[in-house]
């Protein structure tokens, strides 16, 4: 793959997996990181846990909400396929572990970038080969990853407007992060995919037979 090639797509590699690999942590280590979180405005009282919350905020491997008395953040148990039952004093809402549980992909969407830049990093045209194949696989995983972010956004946002509370959902960091990543994953593999089909054309011109000489050019003047 040519210098012009592998210098961009290292680097669009490189990115993603930081971006993919900063949400796989998430909650309840990085509290900013959520891929949906709920802004309660006090109209109604909301509990949590038996807490009254101003803020629920959901990650991949827990959910943090800030109490509404000292404002200090709780998060739950860290767990794959949490559930959370948010409820008012007429109703309550469970956004259950079948909703979370796919969010574990953004892990292995990261694993599977990392794999890809070590990869691209390669100037052995078949190595580029399957860094291409890889980057491909990486980006639909990350594609996997944010459509289980829309559902899980969509799913919390109907919950909420039918539980009757005031305030709004909106979607967190992590769910335009991965969207991010998913872009930099299909520019990367896009990229090295160019290169290697340029860098082919370059070896088959580089490589091509002259053009043969009859037996009578030997005797041709010079």
């Known amino acids: 793959m040519g210098r012009a090639f592998c210098i961009p797509a290292v680097f669009f590699f490189f990115a993603a997996f930081v971006l993919l690999f900063i949400v796989s942590i998430s909650l309840p280590y990085l509290t900013a ?31 943090c909400y800030d109490l509404s008395s000292s404002g200090n953040r709780v998060c739950s148990t860290t767990g794959h396929g949490y559930s959370v039952v948010i409820s008012t004093q007429n109703n309550s809402v469970t956004i ?3 909703w979370t549980r796919g969010l574990a992909v953004h892990p292995v969407a990261a694993g599977v970038t ?21 980057g491909f696989v990486a980006a639909l995983l990350a594609f996997i990853a944010f459509l289980i972010d829309i559902a899980l956004f969509a799913y919390l ?8 509370y005031g305030g709004n959902t909106i979607t967190g960091p992590g769910f335009w992060l991965t969207f991010t ?10 990229t090295v995919c160019f290169g ?27």
Not at 121 to 133: C, D, G, R, V
Request: net charge positive; proline share 2%; glycine share 8%.
């Open 181 to 190: 990543s998913m872009i930099l994953l299909v520019l990367g593999a896009c």
């Open 96 to 98: 259950g572990s079948s």
């Open 114 to 134: 990392f794999i890809a830049l070590l990869l691209a990093l390669s100037q052995h045209i078949t190595i580029t080969l399957f860094a291409s194949l890889v």
């Open 33 to 63: 990181m959520d891929i949906a979180r709920v802004h309660i405005d006090g109209s109604t009282a909301v509990s949590v846990a038996s807490d009254s919350v101003s803020q629920l905020r959901l990650g991949i491997w827990a959910y």
């Open 157 to 164: 946002k109907n919950q909420m407007d039918n539980l009757g």
């Open 196 to 222: 290697r089909r340029r860098r082919r054309m370059a070896n088959a011109t580089s490589t091509a037979p002259g053009p043969k000489e009859g037996f009578f050019s030997r005797f041709r003047r010079n």
